[in-house]
Nanobody
Framework: VQLQASGGGLVQPGGSLRLSCAASGIIFSIKAMGWHRQAPGNQRELVATITRGASTEYVDSVKGRFTISRDNARDTVYLQMNSLKPEDTAVYYC??????????????WGQGTLVTVSS
């Protein structure tokens, strides 16, 4: 299983970035997918999830600013990040897993991509 994340970089506050995560080695369409982030000195946190049925959930701090989506034809999940803030600075990771009720359980992880929000 490989999850290849890309799209990170340096952006000014208020700017936008779109992260992509291309999956291989799994039946993508039946998997729930997630984006996580880890800032220096902090624990990794779950930012957004999308079920195989395309239902989405977000951590409160990104609601209204971030959008998770998936393209099953391309085996890819995206994270559109708008109105970025310095506190969004972190390494972002994608995962593939299962959703059971309200909970998401990651099974496979991609490498991280660094997002830096700074003027």
């Amino acid at each position: 299983v490989q999850l290849q994340a890309s799209g990170g970089g340096l952006v000014q506050p208020g700017g936008s970035l779109r992260l992509s995560c291309a999956a291989s080695g799994i039946i993508f369409s039946i998997k729930a997918m997630g984006w996580h982030r880890q800032a220096p000195g902090n624990q990794r946190e779950l930012v957004a999830t999308i079920t195989r049925g395309a239902s989405t959930e977000y951590v409160d701090s990104v609601k209204g600013r971030f959008t998770i989506s998936r393209d099953n034809a391309r085996d890819t999940v995206y994270l559109q990040m708008n109105s970025l803030k310095p506190e969004d600075t972190a390494v972002y990771y994608c995962s593939a897993g299962v959703d059971r009720g309200r909970y998401y359980y990651p099974e496979h992880w991609g490498q991280g991509t660094l997002v830096t929000v700074s003027s």
